[in-house]
């Protein structure tokens, strides 16, 4: 079993930045694939980014490409979603989660946070 735990959601401006982070518990943090999704109102759950056991590979949606960093501390069991020019529509409940296949986080992965809410609007 793994137990994950993210932070770091708020509301911001259109154009600000945010940091979400999250850890993971109840197996090697370094041999975990971590990754974001994300689920808007109305909407189904949809893949925001992800990363290899080491963070050598990372893998982002069109939509967040170029504006979204993915990145892990595998010394501090962390894991950080850096937010960039956000948008109204980047507006979600976002969750972490950690896959033991190393590898990514799919809409296959077993362990999930809870979720934080990340609100751009004026």
């Known amino acids: 079993q793994v137990q994950v735990i993210e932070s770091g959601g708020g509301l911001v401006q259109p154009g600000g930045s945010l940091r979400l982070s999250c850890t993971a518990s109840g197996r090697p943090f370094n041999r975990l694939a971590m990754g974001w999704f994300r689920q808007a109102p109305g909407k189904e759950r949809e893949f925001v980014a992800s990363?290899?056991?080491?963070?050598?590979?990372?893998y982002y949606s069109d939509s967040v490409k170029g504006r979204f960093t993915i990145s892990r501390d595998n010394t501090k069991n962390m894991a950080y979603l850096q937010m960039d020019n956000l948008r109204p529509e980047d507006t979600a409940i976002y969750y972490c989660?950690?896959?033991?296949?190393?590898?990514?986080?799919?809409?296959?992965?077993?362990?999930w946070g809870q979720g934080t809410q990340v609100t751009v609007s004026s």
């Open positions: 990363m290899t056991w080491s963070g050598g590979n990372t």
């Open positions: 989660g950690a896959d033991p296949n190393g590898l990514a986080v799919t809409t296959q992965t077993e362990f």
